[in-house]
């Protein structure tokens, strides 16, 4: 078995052994080869080599690869495919590409993802996707859009992000909705809020709360 055919059944058995190849010994079929088998292989092709194709298998098969995709390769198409694999990836998308429909598409893989949605695309629409998908990125919703739906859907998913719910949202149904997730979520009830149904949820959720 000659070095290039020994190389190519190492990185068909796992990508990232990519990263030990030396260069001249990096061909197209190699790299292919390794990204196939890893995205994460994507990082030690060299950039030369690193066309549409080869990042759009990238990508789709895992969207943090977008972070090693060259800036001029970062088109709408790739981008889509990065977010609908991992809404994280939205943190290496141009600004130029960030519209509400691709924010959307990251926050309802990734609700932590908001964090990378710019100011005017946060809508009550993203906002309430995000939380949804994770109750902790009501901590990212801007004041305006904490209404009593989205911390619901917030304290539904994770109860002890009651702590990030305004004062003024915290009802009875948000409350109870916390304890039941999350007994310990009671620490965060205002006083006049802790009523006996709220308190023995809590209790009979975690009795040692």
């Avoid at 549409?52 to 198409?77: F, H, I, M, N, S």
């Avoid at 005017?120 to 998908?133: N, Q």
Wanted: proline residues 4%; aromatic residues 8%; positive net charge.
């Amino acid at each position: 078995m000659s070095t290039i055919e020994s190389y190519l059944a190492a990185v068909t058995w796992d990508g990232r052994v990519l990263r030990s190849v030396p260069k001249a010994m990096k061909t197209a079929e190699i790299c292919r080869a390794a990204v196939a088998q890893s995205c994460w292989a994507l990082e030690f092709v060299p950039r030369a080599m690193r066309n549409k194709g080869l990042c759009l298998a990238a990508v789709t098969q895992g969207g943090w690869a977008l972070k090693y995709v060259p800036d001029v390769l970062r088109t709408a198409e790739i981008c889509r495919a990065a977010v609908t694999h991992y809404g994280g990836a939205l943190e290496w998308v141009p600004e130029a590409f960030k519209t509400e429909a691709l924010c959307l598409a990251a926050v309802s893989r990734d609700g932590w993802a908001l964090r990378f949605v710019p100011d005017v695309l946060k809508t009550a629409e993203i906002c309430l996707a995000a939380v949804t998908r994770d109750g902790r990125a009501v901590e990212l919703v801007p004041e305006v859009f904490k209404t009593a739906e989205i911390c619901l859907a917030a304290v539904t998913q994770c109860g002890d992000v009651l702590w990030w719910v305004p004062e003024a949202t915290k009802t009875g149904a948000v409350c109870l909705a916390a304890v039941t997730q999350n007994a310990w979520a009671l620490e965060f009830v205002p006083q006049a809020m802790k009523t006996k149904t709220i308190c023995r949820v809590a209790v009979a959720r975690d009795g040692g709360v």
